[in-house]
């Protein structure tokens, strides 16, 4: 398994200010994965960040909006910037580690954000 | 291509009875199908995973059936006791090319309930 913690784990926030979210992991990993999760909804891919690349978005999100920092193989950092109340959200990170003789993803307790 | 199915949205079951949660997938280019299972204001945890080489996997009270010609599987909770209640995601994805399995593509999530 893996254990990962992030930071926040709430926050409140004013509409146009950024929140940066921290996620920590306990040992190297090569991926790891930025997920958004609306109340009562599925888990929502938002990026993908190697380190030593540039983040991988997927469709409907971008880096001016979501900027990703990746300076090592523990750390990422994921930025929600000049928000709104639609990003209330749960922000996950995750990270692929293998396990039984294949690759699993495990994920962070998540980060719930209100935006007013 | 990318869809994966999941149904029901919600479930109420008798403790000691059998929960059982169905998805499908259409891309048939997946080969990793786990189960996440996530308790309010917690991140999901994987439960259980199967590859398409076997029909059948178990572990504990847990089960997942796998049929690939249907393109479907499911979770099957034997004995469900209150301490189940949450929700259940399936998930999808494919081997990568150089490590790894691809994203995981999610299901949309079933609320499990397990009343006394």
């Known amino acids: 398994s893996a254990v990962i913690s992030q930071k926040p784990s709430r926050d409140i926030c004013q509409r146009g200010t950024s929140l940066t979210i921290q996620c920590q992991v306990d040992?190297?990993?090569?991926?790891m994965f930025w997920y958004r999760q609306q109340p009562g909804q599925s888990l929502t891919l938002i990026a993908t960040?190697?380190?030593?690349?540039?983040?991988?978005?997927e469709s409907g999100f971008v880096i001016d909006k979501f900027p990703i920092s990746r300076p090592n193989l523990t750390f990422s950092t994921l930025t929600v910037s000049n928000m709104s109340p639609e990003d209330s959200s749960i922000y996950l990170c995750?990270?692929?580690?293998?396990?039984?003789?294949?690759?699993?993803?495990?994920f962070g307790p998540g980060t719930r954000l209100t935006v007013l | 291509q990318q869809q994966v199915k999941q149904s029901p949205q919600s479930l109420i079951v008798q403790k000691g009875g059998i929960s059982i949660i169905n998805c499908a997938y259409e891309?048939?280019?997946?080969?990793?199908f786990p189960w996440y299972q996530q308790f309010p204001g917690k991140g999901p945890a994987l439960l259980i995973a199967i590859r398409p080489d076997v029909s059948e996997k178990k572990e504990g009270r847990f089960t997942i059936s796998f049929n690939k010609s249907a393109k479907q599987f499911s979770l099957h909770i034997m004995d469900s006791q209150p301490g189940d209640s949450a929700t259940y995601f399936c998930?999808?994805?494919?081997?990568?090319?150089?490590?790894?399995?691809?994203?995981?593509?999610f299901g949309t999530g079933t609320r499990l309930t397990i009343i006394p």
């Open positions: 891309n048939t280019a997946f080969d990793y």
């Open positions: 960040a190697n380190q030593g690349s540039e983040a991988t978005y």
């Open positions: 040992s190297q990993v090569t991926m």
């Open positions: 998930a999808a994805s494919r081997s990568g090319w150089n490590f790894g399995n691809e994203k995981l593509t």
């Open positions: 995750s990270v692929e580690r293998a396990s039984g003789g294949t690759d699993t993803q495990y």
